[in-house]
């Protein structure tokens, strides 16, 4: 299973909860975290950018061979290995090699929180839609949610998380009422939370206020199996 994080507005917290979903599977399974933006290495505090990756196999081509990706992928923490975007100032990838690349990594029976980005690109559209389990990530931000609700992908979307930032005056309702998705983790910009990504120790300190909401979302989409869930 693949769920795809993305949000239409930057800086909205997507790669911290991608990253953070991917380290919340890995306490329970084998588990990947796919980073199509470029964040992941520094978010997961590695010391460089891994090249080749993702990005590198999806303009080689729809016909890129899938076990390359075994070449690709670097381990990060307990049961969670990273694919990595790889140059993210390439040539955009076609549709078609982003529909392939969801394909593949749909193929694999390790659960896999996706990474995004603003999800303004063709080829990661086709991924997206492919991989169908999406999960826009927005903040109490009028603006935010009007760019949401206009974007191509929001139909394929599950569900929403949202950042709640002390002193907007957008709720849980409101981005249920505009984005005609459920809510499916309300997490708190907490300072916490910013220094654990700028330390680099997410992987080895991942903050409860993180961690608790999103195991209960993960659980709801069925990430964790039927098993769980019942
Ligand atoms: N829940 C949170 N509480 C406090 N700070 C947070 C939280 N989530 C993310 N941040 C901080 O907000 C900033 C943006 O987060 P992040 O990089 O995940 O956003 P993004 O949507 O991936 O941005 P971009 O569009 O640049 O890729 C980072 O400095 C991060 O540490
Ligand atoms: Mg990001």
Do not use: N
């Not at 955009?92 to 990474?115: S, Y």
């Amino acid at each position: 299973m693949l769920v795809c994080f993305w949000s239409p507005k930057g800086g909205s917290g997507t790669s911290v909860i991608a990253a953070a979903a991917a380290l919340v599977l890995a306490r329970e399974t084998d588990a990947r975290i796919v980073d199509l933006s470029g964040d992941q290495p520094a978010v997961l505090g590695l010391a460089h950018d891994p090249v080749p990756g993702l990005l590198d196999w999806m303009r080689a081509g729809p016909g890129a061979p899938a076990d390359a990706f075994d070449h690709l992928t670097v381990d990060v923490a307990p049961r969670l290995a990273l694919l990595p975007a790889g140059d993210a100032h390439g040539q955009p990838a076609a549709p078609e090699a982003g529909a392939a690349l969801a394909v593949a990594l749909d193929a694999d029976p390790r659960p896999a929180a996706c990474d995004l980005g603003r999800l303004d690109d063709p080829a990661l559209l086709a991924f997206a839609e492919v991989a169908g389990t999406g999960v826009v990530v927005v903040r109490g931000c009028y603006l935010g949610l009007r760019r949401a609700v206009r974007h191509p992908a929001i139909t394929e979307a599950i569900g929403a998380i949202l950042i709640d930032e002390h002193g907007r005056s957008l709720g849980k309702p409101d981005v249920e009422d505009v984005l005609g998705l459920p809510v499916l983790a309300t997490i708190a910009a907490r300072t916490s939370i910013a220094r654990a990504v700028d330390a680099g120790v997410l992987p080895t300190r991942l903050p409860d206020s993180l961690g608790r909401p999103l195991h209960r979302a993960l659980l709801a989409v069925g990430c964790f199996g039927d098993e769980q869930a019942a």
